[in-house]
């Protein structure tokens, strides 16, 4: 499985970036999608995560600006992120869980750069 993320960029504080990750590949059932992001010297963390039957949770700092979403038809997800502040510069990476029977195996894109800063 193939991870593509994109959308990532600069953007002043208060504005808006959404970003996409589309799977590709020998894609059997994808249960989880997930984004996380690492921060220059911090470790790697959840951001975001939506299970095949659309329940999500988020990290507490995102509630309420961020949003994921996924398009099964697709193999899609999407991080709709807005109010941006500084704290959220990061590189941003999205995972997803794919279920062949018993096993269950993820798969991590390579990350793309979120800049907030004015």
């Known amino acids: 499985v193939q991870l593509q993320a994109s959308g990532g960029g600069l953007a002043q504080p208060g504005g808006s970036l959404r970003l996409s990750c589309a799977a590709s590949g020998r894609i059997y059932s994808i249960e989880s999608m997930g984004w996380y992001r690492q921060a220059p010297g911090k470790q790697r963390e959840l951001v975001a995560h939506i299970t095949s039957g659309g329940t999500t949770n988020y990290e507490d700092s995102v509630k309420g600006r961020f949003t994921i979403s996924r398009d099964n038809a697709k193999n899609t997800v999407y991080l709709q992120m807005n109010s941006l502040k500084p704290d959220d510069t990061a590189v941003y990476y999205c995972?997803?869980?794919?279920?062949?029977?018993?096993?269950?195996?993820?798969?991590w894109g390579r990350g793309t750069l979120v800049t907030v800063s004015s």
């Open positions: 995972s997803v869980g794919n279920r062949r029977l018993a096993s269950l195996d993820y798969y």
